[in-house]
């Protein structure tokens, strides 16, 4: 293998993608990925007979640790904590390019999706990752965890029955769900109550993460009453403080509203739907993780 730095660059989208499913931070996965660069450049790369398991075994192993670290600070976090939101050009890098890929990639990454991964312990996210996303045997996952491949098998066919229990699993069309998306998005940016309360199922649930650093919902909001309240009263705080710009975009491959407040982003929102009304809500106000949405919102996106 003459170039070894061309190599690890043909499986950086795959490594990225690994860390962030484990983690739901991409700057936390990218600090992964560079790490196990400095360990692949230190490696006589030539004796490596499998390359992409070698940096895939590195990357969940050091991916494992941090997630351990992470989740106690999340214990300490204040309301809920919502995954650090990808952009377009983000999964585009992810997917390395195709339409299914990116389709599938969508999926995988949604914020719904990954907000419930939260609840699994670091193992079985592991495992279920590694297993349903990347389609690695239960030997190959037992080598990675350095467990035997009986107490992979449990791992992943708990965290699955966990996934199902807290998340049920729609198929939507990407058409169906950005007009879904545009309906609440002239809803909020007209201050429309009535016909946003339409739109909302009896069971929706609203998630919004402030961080402990801008005003937010400390615990989930469950429906569709309560949710309707809620967001008529914020939309309603909003338009008497500042005039918002409404941007349509994709955020982890999902039609999503950015609302501005002058030059800052007050917050992002993403929908989950069934097809026919809204399932779920997933507001994101910490300043802290919608610092990639402003370096990459540019004129480009659709202004309501």
């Not at 026919?276 to 990459?296: A, E, F, H, S």
């Amino acid at each position: 293998m003459k170039d070894s730095a061309a190599l690890f660059e043909k499986y950086r989208p795959h490594l990225l993608g690994l860390a962030y499913r484990m983690l739901g931070e991409m700057s936390g996965a990218e600090d992964i990925v560079q790490d196990v660069w400095l360990r692949w450049q230190r490696e006589d790369v030539e004796t490596i007979r499998d390359p992409r398991a070698w940096l895939s075994a590195v990357t969940v192993r050091l991916t494992l640790d941090a997630l351990r670290s992470a989740r106690a600070r999340r214990e300490k976090y204040v309301g809920p904590w919502l995954p650090e939101p990808l952009m377009p050009d983000d999964m585009r890098f992810l997917a390395a390019g195709t339409p299914a890929a990116h389709a599938e990639l969508a999926s995988d990454l949604s914020l719904a999706l990954l907000h419930v991964l939260e609840r699994l312990s670091p193992d079985e996210r592991a495992a279920l990752i590694l297993h349903d996303a990347f389609d690695c045997d239960y030997a190959e996952i037992a080598e990675m965890l350095n467990k035997n491949e009986a107490a992979c098998r449990k791992l992943v066919s708990r965290a699955r029955e966990r996934v199902k229990a807290d998340r049920p699993r729609y198929t939507v069309s990407k058409e169906l769900h950005a007009e879904m998306m545009n309906r609440f998005a002239q809803a909020v940016a007209t201050g429309d109550t009535s016909h946003m309360a339409k739109l909302f199922a009896k069971d929706i649930v609203f998630y919004s993460d402030g961080g402990g650093k801008v005003p937010a919902a400390l615990n989930p909001v469950f429906g569709a009453d309560r949710v309707t309240r809620l967001v008529q009263g914020l939309t309603r705080k909003m338009h008497e403080r500042f005039e918002p710009q409404f941007h349509v975009t994709d955020i982890n491959g999902q039609p999503s509203l950015v609302i501005m407040e002058g030059s800052d982003i007050y917050a992002s929102m993403t929908v989950e739907t069934d097809g026919d009304q809204i399932t779920g809500i997933y507001v994101l106000r910490n300043p802290d993780k919608l610092t990639r949405v402003m370096r990459v919102l540019s004129p480009n996106v659709d202004i309501i």
